[in-house]
């Protein structure tokens, strides 16, 4: 039996090693709901994770939110579980193989993923949110998809959209609408609005997410993540409704995620010519690794056209271009008179496609009837949300009007050719995805010009990355812009890895459920 003596001088030892343990052991492994597609995957590839336990988590994860905000509207998970359990088994056989079987493995081997519910997914609904559509079910799968499952993913289901994918605000007539897991009170975004309120509460690592005016970026912003919309014509849009080729490389399928080192892995992954969509076209993807921030340029922009900017939509963009100066940047304000025509330009670049009319698209095909939609409210029989039938009448009346289609294209182009040569290989645009943090339910239709932030570069077929940059004083997430020149992706990309280490990156959301909205718009 020791005595007091011996005893106190083994508890110091004990005290000295506790202190330089801590020093010697690993960092310990993010959650699995917080944590990037790419450690997922090698978690798997390990043998430190096991691709049933970790799509239960998600699947657990979905059931303790989904019902206060209404992001998956439809889901495969029975299918995922076997493909799960097929995928431990696999891993299993590639490890006693040895290390290069292992190494052979699918890049994403294992991880659930989920997608916007206008690409296709074989099996699961394909409505875009219309009462016209409400029994229809995709037949294939979207390109994006089939690479993505190739890659070794496991689709957990779709999420929900705006009526007809041109609102900012995911909500429907046949799925409800969803509400932002930061404040159930709030917008999630659209059209991807179910996809970003899903990642931003856990519910899936990474997503497919689809742009034609923003609709990745402002949802991304809204709920706090990373959203990529590509360079115009990198990504088929096949699988998409409506098709690619009513829309062309105005809309661009990207990816939405956690953390910014899954962007580069999965664009990778979708990108390049399908066959199929005549407007994807093979281009050189670089390396984000390769930027050097000591050699970037960044030229910060807040103002854009009609738009009245938050003074915490300013903040953000103030507090990146200082963190990216810190590092080495040259950072500089820039002002660009035409974008005060960001509007008007997107609506040409549409126009000039030849595009399928709203009206056409709510009726799936069929133009609606104004007349009759503006009666059915009357009679309280209406078939199409308020947003829908807006935007629908905005653009009868815009394609009666003797717009200067040709002169608007012609200064569009302009403006591309003095951007691209402004930007040159090494610089970046700082821009605000939305005029403020995500605004209460149903009030953008006060300001429904504002999407333009985003839609601009659509038009100009420029790469956008969405990144997480704070919170405002509500406790709301903020976010920033970055824009780059065609076929700089990567460079955008990097700029974002870096502002994640500045910022902060993402935070999971907690969704508290408060009284139901009133939906009747």
Not at 7 to 20: K, L, N, Y
Not at 193 to 213: N, S
Not at 260 to 274: N, Q, V
Request: hydrophobic share 45%; with cysteine; proline share 8%.
């Amino acid at each position: 039996m020791r005595g007091p003596a011996e005893s106190d001088g083994d508890d110091c030892g004990t005290s000295r090693v506790a202190r330089i343990l801590p020093r010697m052991l690993p960092p310990p492994e993010e959650h699995v709901l917080d944590a990037s597609a790419v450690s997922l995957a090698a978690r798997i590839r390990a043998g430190r994770l096991g691709a049933d336990a970790l799509l239960e988590a998600h699947i657990d994860r979905i059931a303790a939110v989904n019902g206060t905000i209404n992001a998956l509207v439809a889901d495969r998970f029975e299918a995922a579980r076997r493909e799960a359990r097929a995928v431990t088994h696999r891993v299993a056989d590639a490890r006693r193989a040895g290390p290069e079987a292992v190494a052979a493995l699918p890049p994403l081997l294992g991880v659930p993923f989920s997608v916007k519910e206008f690409v296709g997914v074989e099996g699961l609904p394909q409505t875009a949110g219309l009462v016209r559509r409400r029994e229809v079910l995709a037949t294939r799968d979207a390109t994006v998809v089939a690479r993505l499952r190739a890659a070794g993913g496991i689709v957990l289901g779709v999420t929900n959209v705006a009526e007809g994918g041109l609102w900012m605000e995911s909500f429907n007539p046949v799925f409800g609408l969803t509400r932002n897991p930061w404040d159930v009170r709030r917008s999630a975004g659209g059209s991807s609005g179910g996809e970003a309120a899903l990642i931003a509460a856990g519910g899936a690592p990474f997503g497919v997410g689809a742009d034609i005016g923003g609709s990745i970026r402002i949802p991304a912003a809204f709920c706090g993540l990373f959203g990529h919309k590509p360079t115009g014509g990198l990504v088929p849009n096949t699988g998409h409704w409506p098709g690619e080729t009513d829309m062309g490389p105005v809309l661009t399928i990207g990816p939405m995620c956690r953390r910014a080192e899954d962007l580069m892995p999965l664009l990778r992954l979708m990108a390049g010519p399908d066959g199929e969509d005549p407007t994807c076209r093979a281009q050189p993807l670089g390396e984000p690794a390769a930027v050097e921030l000591r050699r970037l340029r960044v030229f910060a922009v807040d103002e854009v056209g009609a738009a009245r900017f938050s003074p915490a939509v300013r903040g953000a963009i103030r507090r990146a271009g200082e963190a990216l100066r810190h590092a080495g940047a040259r950072v500089e304000t820039l002002k660009l008179p035409d974008l005060k025509w960001a509007y008007a330009l997107w609506t040409a670049r549409l126009m000039s496609m030849g595009e399928m009319a709203y009206a056409e698209i709510l009726g799936n095909g069929t133009p609606i009837s104004l007349r009759e939609e503006l009666l059915s409210w009357v009679l309280r029989r209406r078939r199409h949300t308020a947003p829908a039938v807006m935007i629908a009448a905005l653009e009868h009346v815009g394609r009666r009007l003797p717009l200067p289609t040709s002169a608007l294209i012609e200064r569009l182009d302009g403006l591309r050719t003095d951007l691209e040569h402004r930007l040159g290989p090494d610089a970046v645009l700082l821009h605000p995805p939305y005029s403020r943090p995500a605004p209460r339910h149903f009030t953008p239709l006060a300001t429904p010009l504002d999407f333009a932030c985003c839609g601009i570069f659509n038009a100009l077929e420029m790469p956008a990355t969405a990144v997480p940059a704070g919170f405002d004083a509500h406790g709301m997430p903020l976010s920033v812009q970055v824009v780059g020149r065609r076929g700089d992706d990567h460079l955008t990309i990097a700029v974002a890895m870096a502002l994640e280490r500045f910022l902060g990156g993402f935070t999971r959301a907690e969704p508290r459920p408060v009284r139901p909205e009133r939906t009747g718009l």
